[in-house]
């Protein structure tokens, strides 16, 4: 896959729009509910900065993946959380509010943690012939710029014209939706004679991802005797990963500039709206199922 105007440009923007969105939901007291229910975001956190890059780590040793693809599975687990998120935690009635923070803080903390893991991963499978693509401070300041700035854009706006950043933030929301679909069906469509091997690669280390992340936020939250919204929210948080980031830091020119690295988030992106269907329609039976009758 050769960079195009669809990484070089559609998708920089796509995710400034995207965190705009998020943005437009968020206030400060997003960012200090930690202090309110500690507990619960700093076992979030924990999973999302801490848990989920040592089994994205653990699963591309076990699967049969080429370096550049086993370091993009690498830059997906670097990249937690994110809208979509959000919305499946809202979808299937879980603590959207811890939700918003968990995905408000991680980002804050992954402008400085997605170099580090990027480039310990690069080191590790790809050896003497990768350089060190990310310069720290450089890549800092960029995701900064491509994550931050528009979601302070987005807080500015939501803190002076809340209305307006509440009728803007619907209409965003779905619009990431579809820019998200347009980057992957770009992506795919360019590469359709190797779709197929795409997902023989690399569905099975996605969807492995997916799932066991799923289970372990779930597990973790259950284990701490957090209740059920909270345990929604986490699980999702730990198990959705941010795919439209991690395809920018692997194919973007102004990051690593090679979209094969992307090929794990494209594909995750198509499955995790699958398994978030799953998981809704089991949050569904089960509340169906222990609802008192009569």
């Known amino acids: 896959m050769e960079p195009s105007v669809l990484t070089a440009v559609v998708l920089p923007l796509a995710l400034f729009i995207i965190m705009l969105g998020m943005g437009l939901g968020l206030t400060l007291a997003d960012f200090q509910r930690i202090f309110v229910d500690p507990k619960a975001v700093i076992l979030g956190l924990a999973a999302q900065l801490l848990l989920l890059p040592v089994v994205g780590f ?35 009635r879980g603590n959207v509010a811890l939700s918003i923070t968990l995905t408000a803080i991680s980002s804050l903390i992954t402008v400085l943690t997605i170099p580090l893991i990027v480039n310990l991963a690069m080191a590790h499978f790809m050896g003497a012939e990768a350089a060190l693509q990310l310069p720290f401070l450089p890549t800092v300041l960029q995701i900064a710029v491509i994550t ?30 579809f820019f998200l679909a347009l980057i ?23 969807l492995t991802l997916n799932v066991l992340t799923m289970v372990l936020g779930y597990g973790i939250a ?3 005797k957090l209740d059920q ?28 500039n090679s ?15 699958l398994t978030s269907a799953v998981f809704a329609g089991w949050v569904r039976y089960q509340t169906m199922r222990y609802q008192p009758k009569g």
């Open 148 to 177: 931050l700035i528009p979601v302070s854009l987005g807080m500015t706006l939501h803190h002076y014209a809340p209305k307006l950043a509440a009728t803007l933030e619907k209409r965003v929301k779905w619009l990431s939706l």
């Open 184 to 206: 992957i069906f770009g992506l795919l469509l360019k590469e359709r004679a190797d779709v197929a091997g795409f997902f023989g690669q690399v569905g099975g280390v996605t």
């Open 229 to 256: 919204p909270t345990a929604k929210a986490i699980t999702v948080e730990v198990g959705i990963q941010n795919g439209t980031l991690a395809i920018a830091v692997a194919s973007a020119p102004t990051f690593l």
């Open 58 to 92: 653990v699963l591309a040793m076990v699967f049969p993946l080429t370096p550049e693809l086993a370091v993009g599975v690498m830059i997906l687990a670097a990249c937690p959380g994110g809208p979509t998120s959000n919305l499946v935690t809202y979808l299937v």
């Open 259 to 273: 979209p094969d690295m992307a090929i794990p988030a494209a594909i995750y992106s198509l499955l995790m709206f």
């Open 222 to 224: 259950t284990l701490a």
